[in-house]
């Protein structure tokens, strides 16, 4: 794995942006050169870092930009579980050896692959890896355990997308308050999940998040312009 800096203290990512640069399954843009590119410039504009899913992509963008911050995680479905963000440690140990800073995961408490169980999970990663994670959650309940448990990110990424928050549409603007509060000082607490302007992303950190994460209206070349198509053609 190429070196990185060192993970940024929570006060370095004071009022900073991470793009996620993702693209869907059969698109075009679903290409690692594509989305190192899009990485590359969104760096060069002013994001802090970037988060990326694959161990391809990851590879692709450390490799083009090796003094990249990246969130690297890696979606993958198993029988009997809704948690698919690097869901288990085989998908964490990959992730990080393909040149990730920090390791995004589900840390909900919806049961995870072959019973593994985050804490335990949690424990073997700081002992044999030693790598940052940042926990993807949905709750208060689930965010204040994962920075117990030794996350060094809380993000808010699946506010609305597990079956508990399912009536609750990102973004979380009445999580952050109550997360932030809760939180370890040293804990980063990240907005992540329905940004879609530039005011939002403002509201987000007056909300109490110390960065937003902004995708699918920066890089969703595919949802936006569906989107756009839909609307035109109503």
């Not at 992730?95 to 424990?123: C, F, H, K, M, S």
Request: net charge negative.
């Amino acid at each position: 794995m190429v070196s990185s800096p060192p993970l940024p203290e929570r006060a370095e990512l004071n009022g900073r942006l991470i793009v996620s640069v993702q693209a869907p399954e059969g698109s075009p843009m679903r290409d690692p050169a594509v989305i190192a590119a899009m990485a590359e410039a969104s760096l060069r504009q002013g994001a802090a870092g970037v988060r990326i899913e694959s161990l391809e992509h990851i590879g692709a963008v450390r490799r083009r930009c090796p003094d990249a911050l990246i969130v690297g995680l890696w979606k993958r479905s198993f029988p009997g579980s809704a948690v698919y963000i690097t869901p288990g440690w085989e998908e964490i140990r990959a992730v990080w050896a393909a040149g990730a800073d920090v390791v995004a995961i589900d840390a909900t408490d919806r049961p995870r692959p072959e019973g593994q169980a985050l804490e335990a999970l949690i424990t073997r990663v700081r002992e044999d890896l030693g790598a940052p994670l940042m926990a993807d959650v949905d709750s208060l309940v689930n965010g204040v355990r994962a920075a117990a448990l030794g996350c060094h990110w809380v993000g808010t990424t699946l506010y609305g997308y597990t079956e508990a928050t399912a009536s609750q549409p990102p973004p979380a603007w009445d999580l952050l308050g109550p997360l932030r509060r809760e939180l370890p000082e040293a804990v980063a607490l990240i907005c992540e999940g329905g940004i879609a302007t530039k005011q939002d992303a403002c509201r987000a950190l007056g909300c109490g998040a110390d960065a937003v994460v902004v995708g699918t209206a920066i890089t969703g070349v595919d949802l936006q312009v569906a989107a756009y198509a839909r609307a035109m053609a109503g």
